[in-house]
Each structure stands twice: as structure tokens, then as C-alpha cells.
């Protein structure tokens, strides 16, 4: 077993230190360089007062440095804590009242709003802009690189990550070293991972599918990262002469086949299209095959568990379906007392492993609320499994919304709507969208019928509120919302009246 995550990815970038690591903006940046800047990095927190346990949180744009700035939090100990970039400071407050970071790595542009919501909590500030720049850099620039590497064991917690639930505010997902590395190995097994590969890296880095999956496979594997501030459908197909390896979430693809150069010659270099993040339609993977002739492997994961299951490398990629659980974890598809369903037929998808979450940070009783007593999570997704044991996911038995594969909390929507004029009542649901999977609709019940509020304005009026991906994409007018008889919202029957609305 794996002492700490740092080590066992510090003993492979070791292994060929002059071996091209990652490459940003053009530069290539060997192993032995970014262990170093790590080792910098690890030093500049130790002496910012950071110790063992410590939350380190950071919101800032996707570098080379945010990287260096990862593998440096691990090698001292701390607890990693990336966060949105698109979070307002309502939500960071938010965040740092509950996770109470030593230190917050911020843009220099919100630095000074940040500061008194860190400094009452004992913590303090440091910047680093896009370039990777700022204190942080500064100061790092200044240190001999850490020579030590903290004693984490792999039960303690490398990181927390915080998701979206249904029933009160964001929750702490706890994520021990082992989790992180069981679900590396188990990835590198099957996805077929080696140092020959290289990985085109378009995702954010403050999500589990950016930072845990693309970078701990590739830094454990000595393949190569092309590290890129965003998505851009004409780059990431530039770079598929060079690359073998794509991870993206739905909307990567969509905008790919909605790009003319997008064809089996321009692809033919590639082995390996990963998405994950939310669910692909269907009809995406068959359009994407036609065109390429390669078929997307989806697989399924959520923040609690990293990846738990994943189409097959050699064999049948199933449109539709999430494929076979990863070596090590065990998913089961049960009815509401916890028993298994019969094959075909749906119920919830819960999941066993090594690479499931320890809790929730400062929850032990909503914790255990979600394990079975045979140590099962509960997932809160709803899924069949097929005779031959492919997983599908149909829904979720919550109401969470994934828009762009991002988590969509809808009371959250919610409670900023209702509080608007003109707003008597709101409803929150996810519709189908062709680019995002999912799109934010807000179905509103006006005070005043004969006076409703303006769509657009409504919308602007979450502006300073909310992130980007949680506004509402569209604002629909009802007279009342369907209940049931005990008076619950009948969300399924909004997203049936709206299910076309995006076309």
C-alpha cells in the first residue's frame, strides 16, 4: 500500500527526470523541473504556517503552476481544496466558514474582498493569476525546494472536495490518499495507460475529472500532458497529430462534431476518446463514431468516489450505458430496502471500493445517513444493469442538475429567485441540452399575473449570486406548479412539460 499520493508520484516523474512532464503555452516542462517548482511550492506554504492536515484552498486559473502548486500542497501535508473559478463571493464565503483554510490561493483581482472572509478565520491570502503568477510564485521563487515529504498514511486525507447534494448547502467530500490512488491504478489498468501516451488536458482543474483522473494517471504513467487554459474545438483538433488521449465531458464532443475538420483522418492518431462527467447521449456516440470511426468510452464517477465503472477498452463500448465497475469496486443496482433488483430493472446505483470517500467533512451524521450497513455508498443515481453487467444510468432519484459537468444544486437557485420581485414561487429543473447535457430552467410563479417579471432580468438579477453554470439558461411563466397530494413540487412533471425546450 501506497504511503501518501506525493510519494508514489514523486518515485515516477524521479524514474526518467528529464522526460517531458506536461507542456504549457508551448514550453515543455521536464519532471525533474516541476518536482522542483512542487518542492518550492511545499516550501512557501510550510513557511506561510501551513502544517499537516491544514486546508490549503485555491481558486484560480488553470497554470503549469496550479500543478506544481497541487503536488507542492500534497508533499507538505496539507489538505487540497480547489474551488470553481466561476464561485461569487457569497459562495466562497461560504466554503471558507466550513473548510477554514490556513491558507487561500486567490486571483490578485479578488484578493482584497477575499481577505477579511480568510483572516477572521485564522488563515491568510496569496495570489496567482493566469500565468501562474503572483505572492505565491514570488515567495516560492525565493525557497530551496522541500527536502521533506510529510507522513500521511493513506487514510489520511489528501483532499476535499465539495459537491452538491439535494437537501442543504454543499457538502465536504473527504478524499484519502489511497482513494485517490486506488482509483489511479485501477484507471491505468484499464484504459491502458502508458508512457507512450499523451493527453490533450482541456479540463478545469478544480474537478475531480481534470485533477485526479487526467493528472494522477498521466504523472504515474510518465505520459505526457498538453496542458491547455480551455476548451477550443479547432486546437484540440490541431494537437490530435501529436496526442493519443482526450478526456472531455459531453459538451467537448458536441462542439467537436459541430466542427467540420472533425474526420477520421484528423482523428486517425488518437487511440483513446474518454467523457465523463455527465451523461453522453446516445446519439452523440453514434454521431461521433460515424464521423471517426472511433468509438467514445464513457465511464461514471461522481466526487465521493472518484471513478467506480467504465466501458470496456477492447470490447464493447454500449451507447447509452457506463459500462462494467472498475477493478476493485462493486456497484449493485437495489430497490429502497437496499436488495438487489433483478437485471433490467431500475433502482439505485450504490457503489464499494477502495475508492470511495471517508465522509464528509464535519458531517459524521449525514455520513452515515449515506452508507448501507455493509459499507455501500449511496449514490442517489438510479440505473439498471443489463444481464451482461453493463451499467446504465437513468436519473437520479434527487434532483440534482449536471450542466456542463458541474453539479447544479436547485434549491440553491431557488432561494435566490424567490427572494426577487414579482417571484411568488420557483421551481429549478434540469432540461435536456444539446451542448451542456443538462440546461438550469427556472419555472417561476409570477406575484402579480397581470405584471410578470421579465425573463432577462430575472436571469441578470443572479448575476452577482451565482456562478455562470447555475443561472438559469431560460425563465418559463406557470400560474401554479404541480404537487402531489402531500404538496411536493412534481419536478418529473416539469421536465416532461419542458423537455423540448432546447430543441
Not at 466550513?98 to 480568510?118: F, G, H, I, K, S
Request: charged share 20%; proline share 6%.
Amino acid at each position: 500500500m501506497t504511503t501518501n499520493l506525493f510519494t508514489t508520484l514523486q518515485a515516477s516523474l524521479a524514474r526518467e527526470p528529464e522526460r517531458t512532464a506536461l507542456v504549457w503555452q508551448g514550453r515543455p516542462i521536464t519532471g525533474a523541473a516541476l518536482l522542483e517548482r512542487a518542492g518550492q511550492m511545499a516550501a512557501e506554504l510550510l513557511a506561510q504556517g501551513v502544517e499537516p492536515g491544514d486546508r490549503v484552498a485555491v481558486q484560480v486559473e488553470k497554470s503549469h503552476e496550479n500543478v506544481a502548486l497541487f503536488l507542492g500542497a500534497l508533499q507538505a501535508g496539507a489538505v487540497y481544496l480547489p474551488l470553481n473559478t466561476g464561485y461569487t463571493m457569497a459562495e466562497l464565503d461560504y466554503f471558507i466558514s466550513d473548510a477554514e483554510p490556513r491558507v487561500m490561493v486567490a486571483d490578485p483581482a479578488n484578493a482584497a474582498a477575499l481577505a477579511p472572509l480568510v483572516e477572521q478565520r485564522g488563515g491568510r491570502v496569496l495570489t496567482m493569476d493566469a500565468m501562474g503568477r503572483g505572492t505565491l510564485g514570488d515567495g516560492a521563487d525565493k525557497r530551496q525546494p522541500a527536502s521533506s515529504v510529510s507522513s500521511a498514511g493513506p487514510d489520511d486525507i489528501a483532499a476535499i472536495l465539495y459537491t452538491s447534494g439535494t437537501t442543504g448547502r454543499s457538502k465536504g467530500a473527504m478524499l484519502s490518499h489511497d482513494n485517490l490512488w486506488s482509483n489511479t491504478q485501477a484507471l491505468i489498468q484499464t484504459w491502458g495507460f502508458t508512457g507512450d501516451d499523451v493527453l490533450i488536458h482541456a479540463l478545469p482543474l478544480f474537478h475531480t475529472h481534470g485533477l485526479f483522473v487526467a493528472l494522477d494517471i498521466c504523472l504515474a504513467t510518465g505520459a505526457k500532458i498538453i496542458l491547455l487554459p480551455k476548451f477550443d474545438a479547432d486546437e484540440v483538433i490541431d494537437l490530435m497529430a501529436e496526442a493519443t488521449v482526450l478526456m472531455g465531458v459531453p459538451t467537448f464532443y458536441t462542439r467537436l462534431l459541430a466542427n467540420p475538420r472533425l474526420t477520421r483522418e484528423t482523428t486517425r492518431h488518437m487511440r483513446l476518446f474518454i467523457s465523463g462527467s455527465a451523461p453522453l447521449l446516445a446519439e452523440t456516440h453514434e454521431r461521433f463514431t460515424e464521423r471517426t470511426g472511433q468509438a467514445i468510452l464513457e465511464r461514471y464517477g461522481m466526487t465521493e468516489t472518484g471513478m467506480n465503472t467504465s466501458n470496456p477498452l477492447d470490447g464493447e463500448r454500449r451507447p447509452g450505458s457506463v459500462g462494467h465497475p472498475l477493478p476493485g469496486v462493486e456497484v449493485r443496482v437495489v430497490d429502497s430496502d437496499g436488495e438487489p433488483v433483478a437485471p433490467n430493472e431500475i433502482g439505485g446505483i450504490e457503489v464499494k471500493g477502495p475508492n470511495v470517500f471517508k465522509g464528509y467533512w464535519r458531517l459524521p451524521e449525514k455520513t452515515a445517513a449515506e452508507f448501507r450497513e455493509d459499507g455501500f455508498f449511496i449514490t442517489g443515481d438510479l440505473g439498471t444493469l443489463s444481464p451482461d453487467g453493463y451499467l446504465s444510468i437513468v436519473g437520479r432519484d434527487k434532483d440534482l442538475i449536471i450542466s456542463g459537468g458541474f453539479n447544479v444544486y436547485p434549491k440553491e437557485v431557488e432561494d435566490i429567485l424567490n427572494d426577487l420581485p414579482g417571484v411568488a414561487e420557483s421551481a429549478v429543473i434540469g432540461v435536456p441540452h444539446p451542448d451542456f447535457g443538462e440546461a438550469v430552467v427556472a419555472v417561476i410563479v409570477p406575484s402579480d399575473t397581470s405584471s410578470p417579471p421579465d425573463e432577462s432580468a430575472v436571469i441578470a438579477a443572479t448575476r452577482d449570486a451565482l456562478a455562470a453554470y447555475k443561472r438559469p439558461k431560460r425563465v418559463m411563466l406557470t400560474e401554479a406548479l404541480p404537487r402531489n397530494t402531500m404538496g411536493k413540487v412534481q419536478k418529473s412533471e416539469l421536465r416532461k412539460v419542458h423537455q423540448g425546450l432546447f430543441g
